[in-house]
């Protein structure tokens, strides 16, 4: 394991550079035993009640890397119970993987036990911040270990709204210690759309529960910044990225890339500008255009 520090308050270590495991890139990974990154980050639901080739896949590369488990069902943000089946499934994933953390988003999924397959944004006020607290004690008792909660990408604001997302975070991270995945793109995005200081926004936050970075490539389409995760990094998130790490001390990294997926040399390649970053080098990479219509029907690869 390549560990470089280690997270002050939760003793998480930075693993370093990392990407997402895709099935795109399975018959690569199953043929080359240089895997070019440091470690992989796994969509928890793709591996869950699955054991055929993806699960023995995810065996050998976890023989030869650490893996961290980012789910996108947990639904902190619902008025509906918590699914404990879910979270009995997850925590049999990762008896099985013995992950580095678990994370997943400040979000709602669903309610009414239907879950919509997507990250919803939910009103940042007392009301919330003590509901999504109490459920992340919840749920860190029943995995016997903390959550890593990511920052979400938002289109929306609620009237009802009465607390900064930022202080909102550090609000969470005191009443339940939890970690904090800082997906810098979401920032810049959310940053963006509602007009508000990208670089604000992450010196306020509680830089020791930081445990991970997202960076990614978001789309413009014109009234709105999307997260797409299709495209190369931008210089804009480059540079919140050098900000971030600045201030952690140096946490691990993970670049998302979720549709039309480079090969996987060439998704490395795009990963590891990451070093010239923080050496201050950083890339000339200007945000791209497209009409939401074409961003709709491309498919994903979760």
């Not at 997943?104 to 007392?126: I, K």
Request: charged share 20%; glycine share 4%.
């Amino acid at each position: 394991m390549n560990t470089i520090n280690s997270n002050k308050r939760l003793g998480l270590p930075n693993l370093g550079l990392g990407v997402g495991l895709r099935s795109k890139h399975f018959p690569y990974l199953m043929k080359n035993n240089e895997l070019l990154v440091d470690w992989f980050e796994i969509i928890s639901e793709n591996f869950m009640d699955n054991f055929g080739y993806a699960r023995h896949v995810l065996k050998k590369v976890r023989e030869q890397k650490p893996i961290v488990m980012h789910g996108v069902s947990m639904n902190l943000g619902s008025k509906d119970d918590l699914n404990f089946e879910y979270l009995k499934k997850l925590k049999e994933l990762s008896d099985f993987i013995e992950p580095s953390w678990i994370s997943d988003h400040l979000c709602w999924t669903g309610f009414a036990n239907q879950n919509t397959h997507d990250l919803l944004p939910l009103p940042l006020n007392e009301e919330s911040l003590k509901h999504v607290s109490n459920r992340i004690n919840i749920v860190q008792d029943f995995l016997e270990q903390p959550i890593i909660i990511e920052n979400p990408s938002t289109y929306l604001q609620y009237h009802s709204s009465t607390i900064s997302e930022w202080d909102f975070l550090s609000e969470m991270v005191s009443n339940t210690n939890c970690g904090l995945l800082l997906d810098v793109n979401n920032v810049f995005v959310s940053a963006t759309n509602h007009e508000f200081d990208a670089k604000n926004y992450i010196q306020n936050l509680p830089h020791q529960n930081i445990v991970q970075i997202h960076i990614a490539g978001p789309t413009d389409c014109g009234n709105y910044l999307v997260d797409t995760h299709d495209k190369p990094v931008p210089s804009k998130v480059w540079e919140l990225y050098k900000l971030a790490q600045e201030l952690t001390g140096g946490v691990s990294t993970l670049l998302e890339w979720d549709a039309n997926i480079p090969d996987f040399p060439d998704l490395v390649k795009e990963l590891h500008k990451a070093k010239n970053v923080l050496s201050g080098i950083i890339p000339s990479e200007e945000i791209q255009k497209e009409s939401f219509q074409h961003i709709i029907s491309n498919p994903i690869d979760l």
